[in-house]
């Protein structure tokens, strides 16, 4: 599943190509087809990214956002719409393709385009036209993103200090951390050397602060290079002569998907379990139990 950095750069991306134009809506798959009959030659307001949600906005006047605090949330909720809301889930892809004929359009649910850009949408886990209180309700009930201005990290601190779930189990809840995935919880849990079993009533507010400052630097690194880095740079492989990481994701990590190959740091094996339906990788050594 897409982690929220990736959603805040299809958001900027979307403003790039749309924002202003009007623009050719379609459900060549048909199961979006009478919300894009609705769109269809209107004027791309804006995107907005909300955690792992997406909202297009194609209000007639665009409310801009102030950055900042609560009031950007209820600015949102005063647009009028319509918004078209869209969560990738596990196997949904937004991708830009060139704006030419249609192909695939039996798996094709959304395509916006122009003469010079196009997007398409396919198979994702909501892909919905609604209204500036559905969207309201929808931002309300996530929790802080560290990739906005308007974050309070006092409310997902909130949730993890009364909770007797462990801290791995509490990153991966969109209302502790929105945007927050498998990828930032194992690296940033390795970073600040905290175990993925340690119960989050059993977490000092000193290390929650610096679980939060560490989303907050690295998410928005991703955003700007597209790819997740969050090795520090004396442990890179420019610092110690080892060969650059190898992988489909990209970038260079100290545990997510290394299990088996010696810790970057310690040398010992990275583990890794299931948990909740997802690998959860740690170094046993550097993450030991306290």
Same mark, same amino acid.
């Given at each position: 599943?897409?982690?929220?950095h990736?959603?805040?750069?299809?958001?900027?991306?979307?403003?790039?190509?749309?924002?202003?134009?009007?623009?050719?809506?379609?459900?060549?798959?048909?199961?979006?087809?009478?919300?894009?009959?609705l769109?269809?030659?209107?004027?791309?307001?804006?995107?907005?990214a909300?955690?792992?949600?997406?909202?297009?906005?194609?209000?007639?006047?665009?409310?801009?956002?102030?950055?900042?605090?609560?009031?950007?949330?209820?600015?949102?909720?005063?647009?009028?719409?319509?918004?078209?809301?869209?969560?990738?889930?596990?196997?949904g892809?937004?991708?830009?393709?060139?704006?030419?004929?249609?192909?695939?359009?039996?798996?094709?649910?959304?395509?916006?385009?122009?003469?010079?850009?196009?997007?398409?949408?396919?198979?994702?886990?909501?892909?919905?036209?609604?209204?500036?209180?559905?969207?309201?309700?929808?931002?309300? !009930?996530? %929790?802080?993103? /560290?990739?906005? #201005?308007?974050?309070?990290? *006092?409310?997902?601190?909130? $949730?993890? =200090?009364?909770?007797?779930?462990?801290?791995?189990?509490?990153?991966?809840?969109?209302?502790?951390?929105?945007?927050?995935?498998?990828?930032?919880?194992?690296?940033?849990?390795?970073?600040?050397?905290?175990?993925?079993?340690?119960?989050?009533?059993?977490?000092?507010?000193?290390?929650?602060?610096?679980?939060?400052?560490d989303?907050?630097?690295?998410?928005?690194?991703?955003?700007?290079?597209?790819?997740?880095?969050?090795?520090?740079?004396?442990?890179?492989?420019? !610092?110690? %002569?080892?060969e /650059?990481?190898? #992988?489909?994701?990209?970038? *260079?990590?100290?545990?997510? $998907?290394? =299990?088996?190959?010696?810790?970057?740091?310690?040398?010992?094996?990275?583990?890794?379990?299931?948990?909740?339906?997802?690998?959860?990788?740690?170094?046993?050594?550097?993450?030991?139990?306290?």
């Open positions: 599943m897409p982690e929220g990736v959603i805040h750069r299809l958001a900027a991306e979307l403003d790039h190509a749309f924002s202003g134009r009007t623009v050719s809506v379609s459900s060549p798959q048909g199961r979006f087809a009478e919300a894009s009959a769109l269809d030659g209107t004027v791309f307001g804006t995107a907005e909300f955690g792992k949600h997406l909202f297009l906005d194609f209000s007639p006047a665009t409310v801009p956002a102030v950055p900042g605090g609560p009031a950007e949330q209820e600015e949102l909720a005063l647009r009028t719409g319509p918004f078209v809301h869209i969560h990738l889930g596990l196997i892809k937004l991708r830009w393709v060139r704006p030419e004929a249609v192909q695939g359009a039996g798996t094709l649910r959304l395509r916006i385009a122009t003469e010079e850009h196009a997007l398409e949408l396919r198979g994702p886990q909501a892909c919905a036209l609604v209204g500036p209180e559905e969207v309201a309700a929808l931002v309300t !009930a996530l %929790g802080p993103d /560290p990739l906005r #201005d308007d974050a309070d990290p *006092e409310r997902g601190w909130r $949730r993890v =200090h009364r909770s007797e779930r462990t801290i791995a189990s509490l990153l991966m809840d969109q209302r502790v951390a929105a945007g927050v995935g498998n990828i930032y919880r194992a690296e940033v849990l390795y970073r600040q050397r905290i175990h993925p079993d340690t119960p989050g009533s059993a977490l000092s507010r000193r290390a929650w602060n610096r679980i939060w400052a989303f907050v630097e690295l998410m928005p690194q991703g955003v700007r290079h597209g790819r997740i880095d969050t090795v520090r740079p004396e442990d890179s492989p420019e !610092a110690t %002569g080892r /650059p990481r190898v #992988d489909r994701h990209g970038g *260079e990590v100290y545990v997510y $998907r290394r =299990h088996g190959q010696p810790c970057l740091v310690c040398g010992r094996e990275v583990s890794v379990r299931l948990f909740e339906g997802r690998n959860l990788y740690w170094c046993g050594r550097c993450q030991r139990r306290r």
